[in-house]
């Protein structure tokens, strides 16, 4: 069975800053298999981005997503207001078909 | 414009089977994806539930397997989820979702609160 683990639990930083976001997973896997998602309070998870590096629709470029075998990355270049969330990573495993999340990363306002 | 709607009953009892309809409205099921659900809760955050393809082909969460169902009703364009010995420990947010072949969630509805207690 594969973890999720993501670290930091919780990141204070200010507006403009640079958050970095790790997920490590338990073995290897194909970087076409993690996603990373943002989930605010009262709404649903939102898909930023898959297969690694790929933004999902509408995400600005600010996020970006990298890493490879177990260390990815979620990195915010410049933190806006509307950034202070909640941040999954997510992976899908097909033997058997599975979807795994992390624990999620809480970014505060400092 | 995909949407989905997830509809339920918000409180049911200890013991008893949850039944949830996930209404897709922008897009036809028998077009083609996965479909799932997950569900949210502060204890053990997000847990994907199921999937299921527009053919009826169906995945499980293994620890949840044995009380979970998940169908497809194309001419509805529903999805819907059963899960059966509820116990508090299945109160959260149920989430239907759109799985595109990149396996991730994509297009998320805005959630059903579901509460299991006496």
Known sequence: EIVLAQSPGTLSLSPGERATLSCRVSQSIAGSLLAWYQRKPGQAPRLLIYATSNRAT??????????????FTLTISRLEPDDFAVYFCQHYGNSPPAFTFGGGTKVEIK | QLQLEESGPGLVKP??????????????ISNGFYWGWVRQSPEKGLEWIASVYHSGTTYYNPSLKSRVSISVDT?????????????????????CARIPPYRAFDVWGQGAAVTVSS
Do not use: H, K, M, W
């Open chain 2, 75 to 95: 001419p509805n364009n529903q999805i819907s989820l059963r899960v059966n010995s509820l116990t508090a420990a299945d109160t959260a947010i149920y989430y």
């Open chain 2, 15 to 28: 013991s008893e089977t949850l039944s949830l309809i996930c209404n897709v409205s922008g897009f036809s």
């Open chain 1, 58 to 71: 509408g995400i600005p470029d600010r996020f970006t997503g990298s890493g490879s075998g177990t260390d």
